[in-house]
């Protein structure tokens, strides 16, 4: 298996243009979670997905997020519009729904808001 | 409400020297342990978990991590710290809440390592 797959690796925009970050889970997978690591704030959870269907995201830190996952193989994650303080490196994780289950990580997105 | 604690943002140790990373965590039921690496500009990898069995867990890399009940505690160590090891190490206990499974995180502890 390929792991967890996200693209762009690395994102550079100007503020105020639309991003969107994509995930490609681990086939058999049905939970999906969407981490946003800072410096200031750590690793902290966004979203997250339970067979497609978004379950919590209190974590989304404003409307201008916004996280859907249209089948069991692909989710985004977009940011509308961006602003300098949403530079992160985004991490998309996947695992399965029982006890015990790790997440898998993928490599990262590291965007950089101008 | 389950949550875990990592005591120590940076832990500072001499290359060849022991590495302990403390990890207490509060969980009402049974719990599921994990510790994982990151390292510099890569994403997160599972170091080693524990289920239910054996209390003493081995990981990759000569690490390990004793699941103690009592104490509440799955501090991770290894006997002998190479200048590989540097990198941020987190700790995070399995939840079940309202009927969905996710990890929640400790606030990690980046791992130097003294030449």
């Known amino acids: 298996d390929a792991g967890v797959i996200q693209s762009p690796r690395h994102e550079v925009t100007e503020m105020g243009q639309e991003v969107t970050l994509r995930c490609k889970p681990i086939?058999?997978?049905?939970?999906l979670f969407w981490y946003r690591q800072t410096m200031m704030r750590g690793l902290e959870l966004l979203i997250y997905?339970?067979?497609?269907?978004?379950?919590?995201d209190s974590g989304m830190p404003e409307d201008r997020f916004s996280a859907k996952m249209p089948n069991a193989s692909f989710s985004t994650l977009k940011i509308q519009p961006s602003e300098p303080r949403d530079s992160a490196v985004y991490f998309c994780?996947?695992?399965?729904?029982?006890?015990?289950?790790?997440?898998?990580f993928g490599p990262g997105t590291r965007l950089t808001v101008l | 409400a389950q949550s875990v604690t990592q005591l120590g943002s940076h832990v500072s140790v001499s290359e060849g020297a022991l590495v302990l990373l403390r990890c207490n965590y509060s969980?009402?039921?049974?719990?599921?342990l994990f510790w994982y690496v990151q390292y510099p500009n890569q994403g997160l990898q599972l170091l080693l978990k524990?289920?239910?069995?054996a209390t003493l867990v081995k990981g990759i890399n000569g690490f390990e991590a004793e699941f103690k009940k009592s104490e509440t505690s799955f501090h991770l160590t290894k006997p002998s710290a190479h200048m590989s090891d540097a990198a941020e190490y987190f700790c995070?206990?399995?939840?079940?809440?309202?009927?969905?499974?996710?990890?929640?995180w400790g606030a990690g502890t980046k791992l130097i390592i003294k030449p």
């Open positions: 086939s058999g997978h049905d939970y």
């Open positions: 994780a996947s695992s399965r729904g029982r006890p015990g289950a790790e997440q898998f």
């Open positions: 969980s009402s039921v049974p719990p599921y």
């Open positions: 997905f339970n067979n497609n269907v978004p379950i919590d």
């Open positions: 995070a206990v399995s939840g079940f809440m309202d009927s969905n499974y996710q990890l929640i």
């Open positions: 524990y289920t239910t069995g």
